[in-house]
């Protein structure tokens, strides 16, 4: 009899939550994920003052982090609304973080710089509002120290010519994982280039701006003298010559966009060849009098 009780014993223990918290900073957990907990806060507590001068604002609150322990807890903490690609995501309005708990995604990042990307979402939106997406993502990779993406996807899009419009990347929710990587890439890229270009203290000044109630357009033109739309093609001129450098040098690009191309132009050629030989043996055969032999 006992053994058949022991499953209705286990699964609510194992359902149960856990929490640590340092300072302002709480991580709602299962025990088999205990490993992960401690890194998690350190990473989000340590990594605050600067994050903090960078953006030139205060976070206000708590941190709420949970730790999902399967794909139904995910879904129902995020209201099933993410992709499947999602590994995390920042509810902006509770100041919650959720993410996937390595266990069951089967994921390599590294969850201590997700929560604090997820977490700089969070800071964003509740103390300035909401700012455009490629920016948000651009800033919580490079704050997070998620550092560099491979920026193949960049380079592709760099040789079609197929970068996604700024205004475009507000859906990437929708797009599809191919697209969603190219929207990262180019979101982590262009922040970059705002960032090298005119410094911390126009990133500051514009999210001053947008806090105070300025729209983007104006915010921005207050932050660097340029419009969204300027800046936009003004990146998209120096990105496009730089990435096609990069696509150069990138042995996957050589594969994708030179070699294989390089097969079917060779296939091409053959097939003419072939067809002229045949039509010259044609029209040899026209004046070949087998009564000859
Ligand atoms: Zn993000």
Do not use: C
């Amino acid at each position: 009899m006992a053994f058949f009780f022991l499953p209705l014993i286990v699964l609510p223990l194992q359902a149960q939550w856990l929490e640590s918290t340092e300072d302002w900073v709480m991580v709602h957990h299962h025990q088999a994920d205990a490993a992960n907990v401690q890194a998690i806060l350190e990473a989000v507590y340590l990594s605050y003052n600067d994050i903090s001068s960078n953006l030139g604002l205060q976070f206000h609150g708590k941190l709420e982090i949970y730790l999902a322990g399967k794909p139904a807890e995910f879904g129902e903490l995020t209201d099933w609304k993410l992709p499947v690609w999602s590994q995390g995501v920042a509810l902006t309005d509770k100041k919650m973080v959720v993410l996937k708990s390595p266990r069951y995604s089967g994921s390599k990042i590294n969850l201590s710089k997700a929560a604090v990307h997820e977490f700089i979402h969070i800071f964003l939106a509740s103390e300035v509002g909401r700012i455009p997406l490629w920016m948000n993502e651009g800033l919580a990779v490079m704050l997070s120290g998620e550092g560099y993406f491979d920026d193949a996807a960049l380079s592709s899009a760099s040789m079609t010519g197929k970068f996604i419009p700024f205004r475009e990347m507000e859906q990437v929710l929708r797009f599809s994982p191919a697209e969603a990587q190219l929207a990262y890439q180019q979101a982590l890229a262009v922040t970059r280039y705002w960032v090298t270009q005119f410094g911390w203290s126009s990133v500051q000044k514009f999210l001053w701006s947008v806090k105070a109630g300025d729209d983007w357009d104006h915010a921005f033109l207050q932050a660097t003298g340029l419009w969204l739309d300027e800046f936009e093609n003004e990146w998209l001129k120096k990105a496009g010559g730089r990435y096609k450098y990069s696509a150069l040098k990138d042995l996957n690009f050589f594969f994708s966009w030179v070699f294989v191309p390089l097969i079917i132009l060779g296939g091409v050629f053959a097939y003419f060849r072939r067809r002229r030989i045949v039509k010259k043996w044609k029209q040899e055969e026209e004046f070949f009098d087998y009564g000859d032999y």
